[in-house]
Structure formats: structure tokens, C-alpha cells
């Protein structure tokens, strides 16, 4: 898993978004897309605790976040920050949840994509959209 983090600023702050609703806030260091799992530490004394190991399978989504008191009930719908050249797509959970922004790297046989939100006003970063777990990715 590489070398720990040393101080906060080398860490991600981050939303796990559980299939089963739960909403879980935390840290992690050297996420992989490519990984089928990644360690989260905790929200409190991340640098001081050992983290859990969450399973890829069990996620709708990794949200990046800017902080943890923003609201996390709203709902992005684009970040300024978004590439320019990637393609604008819509993604649908299987719960129903949509979320709209921009992707370089969408391919359905991944495990995942990265999508950066297009409304400046979010509190999303980034969110790493597990596969999946969506009930449909479409090109708007």
C-alpha cells in the first residue's frame, strides 16, 4: 500500500456513498481506480488510526470532497473545473440517484471512472463512479 501519509495535506478527503445508503466521511491516501478495494481512514485522527479496508463492490461512489461541512445532501450537477475535453454524461445509480458532469475515461468494462461535477457550487471535487453499481452512463 506505499509509504503512510505524514501529515493531512497529503491526504483526500472523502465520501463513501454504500449501495445500502450509508454515507461514511473519511480520508484516503493513494486511492488506485485500479483496486478493488482501498483503506479509509477515519474522519477523526486519521494520521494517529488504523483505517478499514472498503470493498469496491460494495460502493456506488467515492465522492472527493472540499470539506465535510458542506451540505452532503446536495446534488451536483456539473464543476467548473471540469475538463474541457472530456464528454458530458449522466449517470443514474441503481437506487435512482443522477448525477451529471464530465468523464475522460468512461468505458463500461472498467471498474470505475473518475467524473468531475460541473456546478461550482458543489462540494464534490471529483467522484470515482463504480461501474457497476449504475443502473445507466449516457452521453448528454
Given at each position: 500500500?506505499g509509504?503512510?501519509?505524514?501529515?493531512?495535506?497529503?491526504?483526500?478527503?472523502?465520501?463513501?456513498?454504500?449501495?445500502?445508503?450509508?454515507r461514511?466521511?473519511?480520508?484516503?491516501?493513494?486511492?488506485?481506480?485500479?483496486?478493488?478495494?482501498f483503506?479509509?481512514?477515519?474522519?477523526?485522527?486519521?494520521?494517529?488510526?488504523?483505517g478499514?479496508?472498503?470493498?469496491?463492490?460494495?460502493?456506488?461512489?467515492?465522492?472527493?470532497?472540499?470539506?465535510?461541512?458542506?451540505?452532503?445532501?446536495?446534488?451536483?450537477?456539473?464543476?467548473?473545473?471540469?475538463?474541457?475535453?472530456?464528454?458530458?454524461?449522466?449517470?443514474?445509480f441503481?437506487?435512482g440517484?443522477?448525477?451529471?458532469g464530465?468523464?475522460?475515461?468512461?468505458?463500461?468494462?472498467?471498474?470505475?471512472f473518475?467524473?468531475?461535477?460541473?456546478?461550482?457550487?458543489g462540494?464534490?471535487?471529483?467522484?470515482?463512479?463504480?461501474?457497476?453499481?449504475?443502473?445507466?452512463?449516457?452521453?448528454?
Amino acid at each position: 500500500m506505499g509509504t503512510p501519509a505524514r501529515t493531512l495535506d497529503q491526504l483526500n478527503k472523502v465520501v463513501v456513498g454504500y449501495l445500502n445508503g450509508d454515507r461514511v466521511k473519511g480520508y484516503v491516501y493513494e486511492f488506485s481506480s485500479l483496486e478493488d478495494s482501498f483503506n479509509l481512514l477515519p474522519q477523526e485522527n486519521p494520521l494517529q488510526e488504523q483505517g478499514i479496508t472498503v470493498e469496491m463492490k460494495n460502493l456506488k461512489a467515492v465522492y472527493f470532497v472540499w470539506d465535510f461541512s458542506r451540505n452532503s445532501e446536495y446534488l451536483d450537477f456539473g464543476h467548473a473545473g471540469a475538463p474541457m475535453d472530456g464528454r458530458t454524461v449522466e449517470v443514474t445509480f441503481t437506487d435512482g440517484e443522477k448525477i451529471v458532469g464530465r468523464s475522460q475515461g468512461y468505458n463500461s468494462q472498467r471498474l470505475g471512472f473518475f467524473l468531475f461535477p460541473a456546478d461550482p457550487r458543489g462540494n464534490n471535487i471529483r467522484i470515482f463512479v463504480v461501474t457497476r453499481n449504475t443502473r445507466q452512463v449516457k452521453l448528454v
